[in-house]
């Protein structure tokens, strides 16, 4: 893939039960650990993490930006563990019902790099108010 000028999203997130049972840290962990034992953290550089809970995947529910920021920052952390410069250039984005009303929360947090857009852009107003609110955030 890497090989072909693609850019893979790796998706990573728990389901309600583990976020209810307060493993979301262990389970991304866990996952991002099993994706870097088989590509190795190299393999990193050329992609970008989506942090995407599943339990608020096409449900309308979308996590509190504090504990996504709080999140985001654990998964930083986790790769500066194998390798500071790939994790410092990781994109890490947001994705979990997000729309028009919850956006720019989540783009005012330091550690979150931007959005993954499901169900909002299938809307092209919805998705144009969200596009303009990335582009103020991060043309500072």
Known sequence: MINHAISPILCIGETLAQHQQSQTQDVLIHQL?????????????????AYEPVWAIGTGKSADSDEVELT???????????NPTIADKMQILYGGSVNASNAAAFLACENIDGLLIGGASLDGETFASIHQLAVNCFSH
Do not use: P
């Not at 650990?33 to 550089?45: P, S």
């Open 72 to 82: 985001h920052q654990i998964i930083r952390e986790f790769l500066t563990s194998y």
């Open 33 to 49: 650990k099993t994706v870097i034992d088989h590509v190795g953290i190299e393999a990193f550089q050329s992609a970008v993490i």
